[in-house]
């Protein structure tokens, strides 16, 4: 039935929603009515809006939703009904809102219809059905990835309704009876967390609105979950709690990086490891330094020094010791590779490298960087170990050489399956020896190609040698297999000797090590060896003959003085009522020692030098003094042989150098005392001392000792340096000698940085030339001179107290009278007990020196010295203590000194000494 407009009109206007009416003909759609409601959607009225309608179909239609009412306006034409939802841009509301057109046809009696539309604003429907979308996702993505726990908890009756992740995760019943207590019964509350568990609930028992804890769980699969768990009460009419609503988020990857950065941050506290020389900590994200201690101990403030991050690494990165390494730390420290390194999945990244210290001494080094992320920031923390490997590097270089040196290779065999791995080989060889594989199949490879360098008939006995069922068939029999064969070396055709040693590495018999040696050396030495052995044995036999000679001469020359000491000393005690013989025989007596003390030294200095413990002093020294010295020594020998002593010092020489006056005293008077020996009476001899050259520190002095006396063979000139020769020993008994001072001589010019050279011819003379380096000494003297003064002062000693520690009677009496004559008051004490006993019960500063023996019963010096300087007594520290010892040696005095002690005499006792040193203890 056709209806009017006007009945249409009467009745759409009454429908409080908004209603539009198309007239469609052909095709064509055009809007022919709108009631009042339409324009709650747009600000114009409904004659403008109908018209813009016609003119734009699709007018303020949200361009994604044209589509589907172009669709809809379609699928109209074969059916009498049509709904469609789209957006639709509102003037009103200036946004877009959500409509539901409702769309039904009617058919016109002159052809085509009438399209009567609805439309309802559904805006609000789909924002809340998009907001329960949205947070049905989160739930259930949340479930879904274990991020969080959810339940119910009855208060009234203290029971739970988990949700299907907590029956997952933690293996519990859906409903739990006896909470909280059941979780803690079953073990899924940690230890560590069970009071703050039962803090939770009880919380919630009492009536708060909200309660939340951290707990530390045990899920079902026994790792550790942490959950922070939250519960938020609800109440009935009264206000008393009925049930809460509980959930948790699951925060154990978070905990886990504060552990692991609490670990990390406790070890860089705790470290002490001898090879850390550098540790840091330093915060990528934010380029700053929070930490730098270097190697020696001292924190240092790169920020209070003005340097982030990115400039400490330049900083760290000069100590490289070469610049690919400096490059290469710069890239690797760079924030842009470290944040890549953890990308990549990777937390750790170390380099090895040559560093050069503040001393300029390189070593090697490992640099460690640890990566970690701040659970709280997300910032990256790095942290930064700097290791010293230098020994590491030593020892493996060392291994490496020894390698090289001894073996041609080194490898493993899995004897069950008959694989091989070639452990080591030199670089660059040649030889076909495969790294890895088969072991029987490389043997076979290696022999063929090897065959043409083995002599005939010896490569098929080698290759059955060293094939793994022999191998294993020996190892059941032995320890250790060994193999050895002949092979050409290609590069020098010469024939080579090597052999394989095959041995098992564990008690299951399922590793066999084996190496190869080139033995060809060894076994050349071995025959060198053999030929050398009769050479060295007569070279032996000939120097025991020399120290048989030796200890003949010094046996005669230690009894010619004692026999003259022994022989004056019958007389003298003989020639008591004759003053003058009585002198006389004590004089002799005295020349004979000092000849017996001569030999002694030189004996000790010859073992010295032959032991490396020579030493030399480094004082100021008078030189043209030194030659007074020497001269007045020799011209008395000189004068009593009728033999003319000329010497000349060059007025080139300075006042003062620094040396060992005493040694160059000492080879002086060795060599005139020979050219005195030497030389026959009217003869002449003759000292020169001269400048050869003069640089800014130092200046190079020339000696000559020359002599007409008898001279000397070439062929003793050959070896006259070394010791235990002697030269026309038939004359020894007339000139005395034990052929030791020559080589004293020669080692100490030496040892003093010169050279000695020897002209002589025989029935001619002799000239030594020493060519000698001195420092130059530039200080004032004043101090020498006044030192040497006060030493002089020997005879001062009223009121002195000695004690004198000795257990030899003899030793006792010549000391003590040595010490009495000149004032001095003598405590004695015959061991070192009773040392420290007379030390113990005197008052204090009573003893102003104590003498101190060595070898002694019942307490020995070293050990007395040492309790000594324990006492509770202010003196014991301060009293000086000498040592008075037949132990001469260097190391003796080392000991000495070690054990406390100030100075050490050597015995016999030269009686100037002992005054000089007493005098210079009782003048401090």
């Known amino acids: 039935m056709e209806i009017s407009k006007e009945s249409i009109k009467l009745i759409l206007e009454t429908i409080p929603v908004a209603v539009t009416i198309f007239q469609r003909v052909d095709n064509q759609c055009e809007a022919i009515y709108m009631n009042r409601e339409c324009c709650v959607l747009d600000c114009m009225d409904i004659a403008d809006r109908i018209r813009m309608l016609n003119e734009d179909l699709y007018y303020h239609v949200h361009p994604n939703d044209a589509g589907k009412v172009t669709e809809m306006m379609q699928q109209i034409q074969s059916a009498d009904y049509r709904e469609v939802e789209f957006r639709y841009w509102s003037d009103v509301r200036s946004q877009y809102i959500w409509l539901q057109a409702r769309v039904r046809s009617h058919p016109m009696a002159e052809g085509g219809c009438y399209l009567i539309a609805v439309f309802i604003d559904v805006s609000k429907q789909h924002d809340m059905m998009n907001s329960m979308a949205i947070d049905h996702a989160r739930i259930e993505l949340a479930l879904n990835n274990s991020k969080l726990v959810l339940w119910e908890y009855d208060v009234r009756n203290r029971s739970s ?236 270089s060392v291994f490496a050489e020894i390698l090289k040196l001894y073996y041609d290779f080194i490898g493993v065999i899995d004897a ?149 000491i022994m022989g004056s000393t019958a007389l003298a005690l003989q020639s008591l009522h004759d003053p003058e013989q009585l002198k006389e025989l004590l004089l002799q007596t005295q020349e004979s020692e000092k000849y017996l003390m001569t030999l002694i030294n030189n004996l000790l200095d010859v073992s010295r030098i032959e032991s490396g413990k020579q030493r030399l002093d480094c004082l100021p020294m008078d030189l043209r003094l030194i030659i007074q010295g020497v001269n007045s020594v020799i011209e008395p020998q000189a004068k009593e042989r009728e033999l003319r002593y000329e010497w000349r010092v060059s007025d080139e020489i300075e006042d003062w150098y620094l040396g060992d006056g005493i040694k160059l005293q000492q080879v002086l ?87 000695i050279q020897v002209e002589s011819t025989e029935g001619v003379g002799t000239r030594f030339h020493i060519i000698l380096p001195l420092l130059r000494y530039f200080e004032n003297q004043e101090e020498s001179a006044s030192a040497k003064k006060s030493n002089d002062a020997t005879d001062l000693f009223d009121g002195m107290q000695v004690l004198l520690v000795e257990d030899h009677d003899l030793n006792i009496r010549v000391a003590k009278r040595l010490l009495e004559v000149k004032g001095i008051s003598v405590t004695v004490a015959h061991n070192g007990q009773e040392a420290i006993d007379c030390f113990s019960e005197s008052e204090n500063d009573f003893y102003d020196l104590i003498l101190m023996d060595i070898r002694m019963p019942v307490k020995d010096g070293l050990t007395a010295a040492r309790e000594l300087r324990g006492l509770e007594r202010k003196d014991a520290k301060l009293v ?26 050597a015995k016999p006792i030269d009686p100037e000494l002992l005054y000089t040193t007493v005098a210079h203890y009782y003048s401090r």
């Open 880 to 905: 000086p203590i000498v040592a008075m010892s037949a132990n001469a040696y260097e190391q003796d005095v080392i000991q000495s000194k070690a054990a406390g002690m100030n100075e050490h005499l």
């Open 669 to 755: 008077v060795n060599l005139l005392g020979n050219a005195v020996k030497f030389t026959p009476s009217k003869g002449v001899i003759s000292l020169e001392v001269s400048v050869q050259r003069v640089e800014e520190d130092r200046t190079w002095i020339t000696i000559d000792v020359c002599d007409n006396g008898i001279g000397m063979s070439d062929e003793f000139q050959e070896h006259m340096f070394e010791p235990f020769e002697q030269e026309h020993q038939e004359l020894t008994s007339s000139f005395g000698g034990s052929g030791l001072g020559l080589a004293i001589c020669k080692n100490l010019i030496v040892f003093m940085g010169g050279q």
């Open 416 to 564: 069950k399956g008959g694989y091989w791995n070639c452990l080591y080989r030199p670089q660059g060889s040649e030889e076909p020896v495969l790294s890895y594989g088969n072991y029987p199949e490389a043997i076979k490879a290696y022999v063929e190609a090897e065959q043409k360098y083995f002599p005939k008939n010896s490569t098929a006995n080698a290759l059955a040698a060293v094939q793994l069922d022999k191998v294993c068939e020996e190892l059941e029999k032995k320890d250790v297999h060994m193999v050895r064969y002949m092979r050409m070396d290609p590069t020098t055709n010469s024939l080579h000797s090597y052999f394989s040693l095959f041995r098992y590495m564990d008690e299951q018999h399922s590793q066999i090590f084996t190496l190869r040696m080139d033995i060809t050396d060894a076994l050349n030495k071995e025959l060198s060896q053999q030929e050398n052995l009769e050479v060295a044995l007569a070279r032996a036999e000939e120097a025991s003959k020399a120290k048989s000679t030796f200890l003949s001469n010094v046996s005669h020359e230690i009894r010619t003085p004692m026999n003259s």
């Open 161 to 396: 309704i988990h949700s299907e992740t907590v029956v997952r995760e933690f293996q519990v019943p859906r409903i739990q009876q006896d909470m909280p207590e059941s979780m803690i019964r079953d073990g899924i509350i940690h230890k560590e967390s069970i009071a703050d568990y039962r803090a939770l609930f009880s919380d919630i028992d009492k009536g708060a609105q909200f309660a939340e804890r951290e707990i530390h769980m045990i899920d079902a699969k026994k790792r550790d979950r942490w959950y922070r768990l939250k519960l938020k009460n609800q109440y009935d009419e009264t206000g008393q709690p009925i049930y809460a609503y509980g959930w948790g988020e699951n925060i154990t990857e978070m905990r886990l990086e504060e552990l692991r950065l609490y670990d990390e941050l406790r070890y860089q506290q705790e470290t002490e490891s001898r090879d850390l020389l550098i540790k840091g900590l330093f915060n990528i994200t934010q380029n700053r330094v929070l930490r730098y201690e270097a190697e020696n101990g001292v924190s240092i403030s790169y920020q209070a020094a003005g340097l982030d991050y990115a400039a400490s690494t330049k900083v760290m990165a000069k100590h490289a010791a070469n610049d690919r390494d400096r490059q290469h730390l710069l890239e690797m420290m760079h924030p842009d590779n470290l944040k890549r390194v953890l990308s990549e999945g990777r937390d750790y990244i170390d380099f090895e490298y040559q560093r050069r210290g503040k001393d300029g001494k390189v070593i090697w080094v490992r640099k460690e960087i640890k990566l970690r992320i701040d659970p709280r920031s997300g910032d990256v923390i790095a942290y930064l170990y700097v290791y010293d490997i230098n020994q590491r590097k030593f020892t493996e």
